[in-house]
């Protein structure tokens, strides 16, 4: 898989993938995540992408000609699945989203800045508005961060041991259950027995029952929509 990442701030997104699963998955040529400095489209002498908004109010917004250029060369290379734009307004990220995402081929990512992007780039090249949470940051490219990640270690043969993503919380709309390592007595405080007892269906059918009993103290909300699908 190849991931484009467009931003006006790359060193932001330099670090993030040098680091474990991701650049992993990047030595075994199985995810090439490649950043872009809107900056390199800006216009004039000093580069500019961004501008004043329509209609007057505080706040700069990131200029239609710079994105659609690098958006128009990047398609004349290759055909992309997705031209997704990280926005406080867009769909809230879940686990689904980031299943589906894991399986595609080539991904545009779009970090807002500012205001954010003018309107028309959205409706002429967007295809998919991601929100990370319902809370504003600075700039897309943590949440792209974020989404490069959730996907990145989604990639068959990329994660370490290649069973467990399966395992996470909310992959099956449950939080995962507790779980614990050596030494079995710590302070005083023992690992619960059935963990310790070689009973493996023992042992599946606790965990399940703790993931149910944690999600619904935790997040109820999950099995509500649990019972919806
Ligand atoms: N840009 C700023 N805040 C964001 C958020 N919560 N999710 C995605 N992109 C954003």
New binding site residues.
Partial sequence: MRIDIITVQPELLRSPFEHSIMQRAQQKGLLEVVVHDLREYGIGKHRMVDDYQFGGGAGMVMMPEPLANILDDLQAQRKYDEIIY???D?ELLKQKRVNQLSLKENLILIC?HYKGIDERIREHYVTLE???????????EL?AAVLVDAIGRLIPGGLGDETSALFDSFQDQLLAPPVYTRPAVFRGWAVPEILRSGNFPAIEEWRHQQAIERTRQRRPDLLDENDQS
């Fill in positions: 990280l926005t406080p867009g807002g991601i929100s990370i949470g319902d809370y504003v940051l600075s700039g897309g949440p």
